[in-house]
């Protein structure tokens, strides 16, 4: 990916900046400029939940090139609190420990080194819940 | 040095990758097996994490204590010494992600261990001057030991950041005074374009990180009128477990008061990382009133030495981000190739 084409699309990448329709109300991720249900232009940028629950998840085996490093991944697909679904890998965690339902959160990570020398795309990536208990006097 | 109007910390929060290697996989595959070793495991960052990520997991939490309108943040300064990229400030992509506005101020620190706490006290002064409503100092780190060097038992992957404020009803803890201590002492260094640190062995100890911190910790108490006596916790760097006991011994600080905050043992020395997030495990366990002692050290060589008075607001905002202990307990063992793999250590 060119270096401007990744630095457009650093809100949705950065921090899941989906559009909503303000006709229709529907909202999407990637933004979209025309919204597809009712084909109005009057879109506008809104941040999409950063918590969602695994729908579905595939291991990918085979990575293109500039993702070999990190394989085996997880590909899941994720439906936020917002209703909205997203595609993302899903990670720290093995595969024996997912199953439809579970918890996650967007964190951000790397998704693609060009070399040594070239740029470092990052972007938002999903894993499972931090959990923790409370200690006495601590509230949760 | 005390700020002319009092600074506190509006929020802080910790992030410790999920992987672990034990030191005795380590001492394995070097044939070191059955040797004294430094801790019992170290944090490793996972293939996708570099030091900005973790910068950005631990701002995060930080926010989220803190509470505030990410665009009020006017410094981003983040203190390390594995910076993914040699031009391009890391504060940058944190503060994107975060939704920090871009009338900012945006710095990556060096001083080897210590980068974090610099940045500590640049927040600190531009807050208190009032050029910055709020400032945010991250230390983070993914150290890297050359593979069969001593330091790679102990080189580890954390960070902790902290959002500073003035004093008010929203600070959890406030800074009663700081103090640094810098000389040159070449100690430990890695030169421009090396992959690895050097170091000078035995040359670590008494000339370097005790003489910086014992007498940036005196310095200090000289100047806030303290003893030793007068600190319910303390937070020293922690490049292995026997330093900061050591340096706590010759402050007259008993070990209890350590405890909180001593997590070397279980994730490593995570360089810029490592008093800054010993000092956010501490938050996670201290009372309204509780006063504590943190000196970090950075070779090169100094010490940042600040004393902490904790405040009500501690006790509502601490439930609000996952504690330390939360991301110590969530961990996956892995051995010393996926490791090497994970950090780049294997030639292709
Ligand atoms: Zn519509």
Redesign the pocket.
């Given at each position: 990916m060119s270096v401007p084409k990744f630095w457009r699309e650093i809100p949705h990448k950065y921090r899941l900046v989906g559009s909503r329709?303000?006709?229709?109300?529907?909202i999407y991720h990637p933004r979209r400029p025309i919204?597809?249900?009712?084909?109005?232009r009057?879109?506008e940028d809104v941040k999409l939940s950063h918590r969602g629950r695994l729908l579905a998840f595939t291991v990918i085996r085979r990575a293109p090139s500039d993702m070999a490093d990190l394989r085996p991944y997880v590909v899941g697909l994720i439906e936020l609190e917002d209703g909205v679904k997203v595609l993302s890998q899903v990670v720290d965690c093995d595969p024996a420990e997912l199953k439809p339902g579970l918890e996650l959160e967007a964190t951000l990570r790397r998704i693609r080194v060009h070399g040594p020398a070239g740029v470092i795309e990052y972007g938002y990536k999903f894993r499972p819940v931090i959990k923790w208990e409370a200690e006495a006097g601590e509230g949760q | 040095m005390k700020p002319i109007r009092p600074v506190g910390i509006v929020g802080y929060g910790g992030y410790v990758p999920a992987y672990r290697i034990k030191a005795s996989e380590i001492g394995r595959m070097w044939g070191n097996d059955g040797c004294a070793l430094p801790i019992i495991e170290k944090a490793v960052a996972g293939p996708d994490e570099d030091m900005t990520t973790i910068a950005y997991e631990a701002a995060r939490y930080a926010l989220q204590r803190a509470g505030i309108d990410p665009h009020e943040i006017g410094a981003v300064f983040i203190g390390s010494e594995s910076k993914p990229y040699a031009v391009k400030p890391s504060g940058t992509i944190v503060a994107e992600a975060l939704g920090i506005g871009s009338q900012l101020l945006a710095a990556d620190y060096e001083f080897a261990c210590k980068a974090g706490t610099e940045a500590f006290q640049t927040c600190i002064g531009l807050v208190s001057s009032g050029m910055a409503k709020y400032a945010m100092a991250i230390g983070a780190d993914t150290a890297q030991g050359k593979p069969a060097d001593e330091l790679e038992y102990t080189a580890a992957s954390g960070g902790a950041a902290f959002v500073f404020g003035l004093k008010s009803d929203e600070t959890v803890a406030y800074v009663e005074g700081s103090c640094s201590y810098t000389t040159d002492t070449a100690d430990f260094w890695r030169r421009a374009g090396q992959p690895y640190p050097a170091h000078f062995g035995r040359f670590t100890g008494k000339p370097a990180y005790f003489r910086h911190v014992i007498t940036a910790a005196r310095m200090l108490m000289e100047e806030l009128g303290l003893g030793p006596e007068d600190f319910d916790w303390a937070v020293f760097h922690q490049p292995n477990a026997k330093f900061p006991i050591k340096a706590a011994k010759m402050l007259g600080i008993p070990t209890e008061k350590l405890e909180p905050g001593l997590l070397v043992r279980y994730i490593g020395n995570t360089y810029s990382g490592s008093s800054p997030l010993g000092l956010a495990a501490t938050l996670d366990v201290a009372r309204p009133g509780d006063r504590i002692l943190m000196v970090s050290y950075g070779s090169g060589a100094g010490s940042d030495a600040f004393s902490f008075i904790v405040q009500d607001a501690i006790e509502e905002k601490r439930p609000l981000a996952p504690p330390i202990r939360a991301f110590i307990a969530r961990k996956k063992y892995v051995d010393y190739a996926s490791y090497a793999r994970f950090r780049g250590k294997l030639l292709r």
């Open positions: 329709c303000r006709s229709c109300g529907a919204c597809p249900r009712c084909g109005s009057d879109m | -």
